[in-house]
Structures are given as structure tokens and as C-alpha cells.
């Protein structure tokens, strides 16, 4: 089962590798999920790699409360996340979208598609069969804006999409 730990922006890389050194135990994964966007540095554009949900890291794990206590030995702000008094996993429903929109290595890769009218075709990357959740797209800065479900909220994320053509829409 999945859960969300808090920790400090900016700090979630750092977390991920003093847990993997120091805490985790066979069938346990911590990790961070990445985002793809492309930036023009200097005439090129270049893939770079971003922090999806920042202040935030996963836990893969069968048993939360073992995990909580080894936590203690990180001496840095950590908080697993809960539901009043008791630590609840992530639903399935959460889970299964968010493995698939990270694949293995929890990494949303940059996207690809076109307009046709006014409708949002994606024919290569993480975002594809995902044009429905589409809350804002900013083909200047190569982003779109979708709803992700976590916790049983809905949190806005920004994912790397290139509209690559417009295709007048055909009558």
C-alpha cells in the first residue's frame, strides 16, 4: 500500500536517500514522482526532470506503524500523513492512477499532441487518455494544468505538454 509522508520543499530527494540508506526493509519503496518539461536554454530545448508533488515523498509499505518508529532515526521534519488519528493508505483508485501516470520509475514523462479545434489530442506521453482532466494548458510554457486525485482531494499538478500542430476541426 501506498502513503504520503510531508516533509520540507525542497528537502524530498534528500529524505528518499537518507530513508533508502538508513530505513527500509525488503518489499519497501520510498520515492519521489517526477514530472518532464522541456525548457529552451540557450537556443535548445533541453529535458529536464521537477519534483510533481513538492513537500511531499511515498512510502510502498505492508506495515506503516514499523516504518513510523524507524522514522524517528531521521532528524529532520517528517510526518506521515493521516485521517484524524489513524494513518490511512492512499485509495486503490489513487494508487492505480498514479502508477500509471508515473510507470516504473515514478516519472511523468513529457507529452505530446495537438489541437484539433478546440479539443486536446495527446498521442505520446504520460498525459495521454488523460485529455479529460485537463483544467488549464499553456502551449507558451509547454504546461498543462490537471486535477489529480490524492487523499481524497483533488490537487492540481503541472505536467510538460507540447502541442506540437492546431488541425482546423473537420465538419
Given at each position: 500500500?501506498?502513503?504520503?509522508?510531508?516533509?520540507?520543499?525542497?528537502?524530498?530527494?534528500?529524505?528518499?536517500?537518507?530513508c533508502r540508506?538508513?530505513?527500509?526493509?525488503?518489499?519497501?519503496?520510498?520515492?519521489?514522482?517526477?514530472?518532464?518539461?522541456?525548457?529552451?536554454?540557450?537556443?535548445?530545448?533541453?529535458?529536464?526532470?521537477?519534483?510533481?508533488?513538492?513537500?511531499?515523498?511515498?512510502?510502498?509499505?505492508?506495515?506503516?506503524?514499523?516504518?513510523?518508529?524507524?522514522?524517528?532515526q531521521?532528524?529532520t521534519?517528517?510526518?506521515?500523513?493521516k485521517?484524524?488519528?489513524?494513518?490511512?493508505?492512499?485509495?486503490?483508485?489513487?494508487?492505480?492512477?498514479l502508477?500509471r501516470?508515473g510507470?516504473?520509475?515514478?516519472?511523468?514523462?513529457?507529452?505530446?499532441?495537438?489541437?484539433?479545434?478546440?479539443?486536446?489530442?495527446?498521442?505520446?506521453?504520460?498525459?495521454?487518455?488523460?485529455?479529460?482532466?485537463?483544467?488549464?494548458?499553456?502551449?507558451?510554457?509547454?504546461?498543462?494544468?490537471?486535477?489529480?486525485?490524492?487523499?481524497?482531494?483533488?490537487?492540481?499538478?503541472?505536467?510538460?505538454?507540447?502541442?506540437?500542430?492546431?488541425?482546423?476541426?473537420?465538419?
Amino acid at each position: 500500500m501506498w502513503y504520503v509522508m510531508q516533509v520540507r520543499t525542497g528537502q524530498e530527494q534528500e529524505i528518499v536517500g537518507q530513508c533508502r540508506r538508513r530505513l527500509l526493509k525488503e518489499n519497501e519503496d520510498i520515492f519521489t514522482m517526477f514530472g518532464e518539461k522541456k525548457y529552451r536554454i540557450r537556443g535548445k530545448w533541453e529535458l529536464k526532470r521537477y519534483v510533481l508533488f513538492g513537500g511531499y515523498v511515498f512510502i510502498e509499505t505492508e506495515n506503516i506503524e514499523d516504518f513510523r518508529i524507524r522514522l524517528y532515526q531521521i532528524k529532520t521534519m517528517t510526518k506521515v500523513l493521516k485521517n484524524g488519528e489513524d494513518v490511512v493508505p492512499i485509495e486503490p483508485e489513487e494508487e492505480a492512477f498514479l502508477r500509471r501516470l508515473g510507470g516504473e520509475g515514478h516519472v511523468a514523462e513529457y507529452s505530446e499532441g495537438y489541437l484539433e479545434g478546440g479539443r486536446l489530442i495527446v498521442t505520446e506521453g504520460a498525459m495521454q487518455g488523460y485529455e479529460g482532466k485537463v483544467k488549464r494548458l499553456d502551449r507558451h510554457r509547454r504546461l498543462v494544468t490537471i486535477e489529480v486525485p490524492l487523499l481524497g482531494h483533488l490537487v492540481e499538478i503541472q505536467l510538460g505538454l507540447g502541442v506540437v500542430r492546431r488541425v482546423p476541426e473537420e465538419t
